[in-house]
């Protein structure tokens, strides 16, 4: 049932007419959780059993953990227990395959072939990256007191299976979200109008523009060494764009369908191809990993205490295990690595000192805008490709152009013209809201005009292309 289909709008439209038919928080949180087990036993009915699993012990772990109170010997062994749990499951059914590949490549450069393992071919459910981080990060809250346990285990199934953001976040905060889930809520014109909006909004990104621009990348990446270095430029730069639009309109869906239910989102992305760092960049994109990350896995590590190098290996950790967390593969630790990379030197080269002149258009933000987006830009090569063959004829491709000038034109043009045709969107957006009339029937009147565009897009174009973070 995927946010782009016409099965979803259906899905949508009864859950919401039964959700605010009904009075009572607990109703509501009922209807919920009937609605959410519906949306994701439409891909997986089976692993229905295991996302409960997760529900379960982390529900009973966390009770645990705040009856305890200080004592930190027990607390870490239910710590334990609900980590080796969460991540025993997620190494299982994502990693095994790719452990045993690696085991069978070891196999046969030894000569081992007796040995060499057959993969599993396990199916990975659907969301189990997204909602593991949000079970861990919840025991981790009450683990050092920063929040309460739920003590509803229907609120607590609710907090962790709620549709609009179960698949592929944003990832959400038990302190920010479950209040919202154990209080009445209500909808007015405004929340109509943004809900509406952000939906239509962001169907928009994803058919009109993600969808389309896909039709683009996914040849040149195929196929590489059937195209040339420009081919697998323009591609490179498209899939920049598809996987923005494609993602940050997945999030506009999820947002807008829990502000029709009364129910706010944390946002996910800010303009990330306008940062004038990478450091500024991870602050933009995927902001609820971000954080969780920073949270969770930096800080945990040790941070910046320690000394320079211990906070360089800790920003190379963290990113190297957020590759992975992206997808088993070493496309994706090398796509994790470098981001390690480039936050490791930027941090060495003064990236925690104040910056100076980083408001308003001038030279040195152009150029710190610029590098950044390439920086961003060549780690994607290895993001979207299958595998290191892949990125390698990409990659070989594009440094192909700086054999001719007007291969080097077009290496230092394109992204300027990408970036401008960016901003110029961006642009003409905020000029389109602005010149829209405030009151609130014409709120209401613009939410839907944006919706029902929206939708129409989505139906013109079915079947709808699958959004590319559900792979992970």
């Not at 299958?386 to 043009?413: E, K, N, P, R």
């Not at 992204?415 to 000029?431: F, I």
Request: charged fraction near 15%.
């Amino acid at each position: 049932m995927l946010f782009n289909s016409f099965s979803y709008f259906v899905f949508f439209a009864l859950t919401l007419a039964v959700y605010w038919a009904v009075r009572g928080q607990r109703t509501r949180l009922w209807v919920l959780l009937i609605a959410s087990l519906v949306f994701y036993g439409s891909w997986s009915p089976i692993f229905l059993c295991l996302l409960f699993v997760t529900i379960g012990i982390d529900f009973w772990v966390a009770k645990r953990l705040y009856a305890l109170g200080d004592d930190k010997r027990r607390k870490r062994l239910y710590l334990v227990l609900s980590l080796c749990g969460n991540l025993g499951i997620l190494a299982v059914f994502k990693y095994s395959d790719f452990f045993l590949q690696n085991v069978s490549w070891v196999a046969r450069l030894s000569g081992l072939t007796d040995w060499v393992p057959k993969p599993l071919g396990i199916v990975l459910p659907l969301g189990i990256s997204f909602y593991t981080f949000l079970s861990l990060g919840y025991i981790i809250d009450v683990y050092r007191r920063n929040a309460k346990p739920i003590e509803s285990f229907l609120v607590f199934s609710v907090f962790l299976m709620f549709f609009p953001h179960l698949i592929a976040g944003p990832i959400l905060r038990a302190a920010e979200f479950s209040p919202q889930l154990q209080t009445p809520r209500w909808v007015d014109q405004n929340r109509i109008y943004a809900g509406a909006s952000r939906i239509g909004i962001g169907l928009i990104k994803k058919v009109l523009i993600a969808d389309w621009l896909a039709a683009v990348v996914e040849p040149v990446f195929s196929n590489p060494h059937l195209f040339d270095g420009r081919s697998h430029l323009i591609a490179l730069y498209a899939y920049a764009f598809q996987i923005l639009f494609d993602f940050a309109g997945y999030c506009d869906i999820a947002i807008g369908s829990a502000l029709l239910l009364g129910y706010e989102l944390p946002e996910n992305f800010r303009s990330p191809y306008f940062s004038r760092s990478i450091t500024e960049f991870w602050r933009r994109w995927h902001m609820t990993l971000s954080s969780w990350l920073r949270d969770y896995l930096y800080i945990s590590l040790g941070g910046n205490r320690g000394g320079a190098w211990k906070t360089y290996r800790n920003l190379a950790l963290t990113m190297l295990l957020g590759g992975l967390w992206h997808g088993a593969s070493w496309n994706f630790v090398i796509w994790g690595g470098l981001h390690g990379l480039y936050l490791a030197v930027h941090r060495a080269f003064g990236g925690t000192r104040p910056a100076r002149d980083l408001e308003g258009l001038s030279f040195t933000n152009a150029w710190r805008t610029w590098l950044t987006f390439n920086l961003v830009c060549f780690a994607w090569i290895f993001f979207r490709a299958q595998h290191f063959d892949q990125a390698w004829a990409v990659l070989t491709g594009i440094g192909s152009l700086t054999a001719s000038l007007w291969g080097w034109a077009l290496l230092l043009g394109a992204s300027p013209l990408a970036l401008g045709t960016y901003a110029l969107a961006s642009w003409l957006r905020g000029r389109l809201q602005a010149w829209m009339p405030t009151g609130p029937r014409a709120q209401l009147a613009y939410g839907g005009l944006w919706g029902v565009l929206g939708l129409a897009l989505a139906l013109a174009a079915a079947p709808g292309a699958e959004f590319i973070y559900f792979q992970f």
